[in-house]
């Protein structure tokens, strides 16, 4: 059965989910419920929001077919049916990324469903908690107050560092083989989230591009509490995608290391190759 979720309101939600294709996503969770928690939430139907779907897959054009994605798969053995899958899906994952960095971070029901949902969320205003394929971290989101203004604590960093390191560990190449042999469970998660002329690689490459184009602040960012949760004192920031969000948060070096990375899954992703100064490694 599709995956049912809960949506959240919009504001400063973190996000879990560049798994962008399995463990780009594992970056992702890092801010998902840290600057606010959960208020009451409506369920929401399997179906995206109306007005969502671009105008290419409104008409069905495919702009990344996953066939120009690299390297291709090695094997030729049948997959399992989408909602058999979790063993063998979370079963390669904790392989890729290695000595049990991904143990107790993944969520091992509906993984793909979950991937699927949290790649076609990042381009919007918000992440629903119950979709995400990985857990939140551990702790309350920490700021740090002075002269009357409010800024994230570094000392955040120590709950995002078990995520950015599975980042660093996993093999660009490694993912997106592992994502182009089961691209068919993929699409099928897609098409069954209400997209039934949709084009997952495709929403997958408009996330990665959306999270690209994130602003990268210098200084501590100003924050404002109106009243629970936190929110950007600057409405521009304020107004960004949760992708776009999570990016910011992670501060100056972790950003430009996440961008390094989905880069280079989007070149692979697309075709197009490596950029010119990245390293798979």
Do not use: C
């Not at 049912?4 to 463990?23: F, H």
């Not at 979709?131 to 709950?159: H, Q």
């Not at 600057?234 to 995608?241: I, M, P, V």
Request: net charge positive; hydrophobic share 45%.
């Amino acid at each position: 059965m599709p995956l049912k979720k809960k949506r959240s309101s919009t504001g400063p939600w973190l996000l879990s989910a560049v798994l962008v294709v399995g463990a780009t996503a594992v970056a992702i969770v890092i801010w998902q419920q840290a600057t606010r928690p959960a208020r009451g939430s409506r369920p929401v139907a399997s179906s995206p929001p109306a007005g969502t779907q671009g105008p290419a897959a409104a008409a069905g054009a495919i702009r990344h077919p996953i066939a120009q994605a690299t390297p291709a798969p090695a094997s030729t053995a049948p997959l399992p049916a989408l909602d058999a899958s979790d063993a063998d899906v979370a079963g390669a994952l904790l392989a890729l990324a290695g000595e049990g960095a991904l143990d107790g971070l993944l969520q091992r029901d509906q993984v793909i469903r979950r991937i699927v949902a949290t790649v076609d969320a990042l381009p919007r205003q918000s992440v629903a908690s119950e979709i995400l394929p990985v857990r939140t971290p551990k702790g309350a989101f920490l700021v740090e107050r002075a002269g009357g203004g409010i800024t994230p604590s570094p000392r955040n960093a120590e709950r995002y560092a078990p995520y950015l390191q599975v980042l660093q560990r996993v093999d660009p190449k490694a993912l997106v083989a592992w994502y182009v042999r089961r691209y068919p469970l993929f699409q099928q998660a897609y098409r069954d989230l209400g997209y039934p002329r949709g084009y997952f690689n495709d929403r997958l490459v408009v996330a990665i591009d959306d999270m690209l184009e994130a602003p990268e602040p210098q200084a501590p960012v100003q924050l404002v509490q109106p009243q629970v949760f936190y929110r950007y004192a600057d409405t521009d920031l304020e107004a960004r995608s949760a992708g776009q969000k999570l990016l910011m948060r992670l501060g100056p070096a972790d950003e430009a290391q996440v961008k390094s990375k989905l880069r280079v899954l989007r070149g692979l992703l697309t075709g197009s190759g490596l950029p010119a100064e990245a390293s798979v490694h």
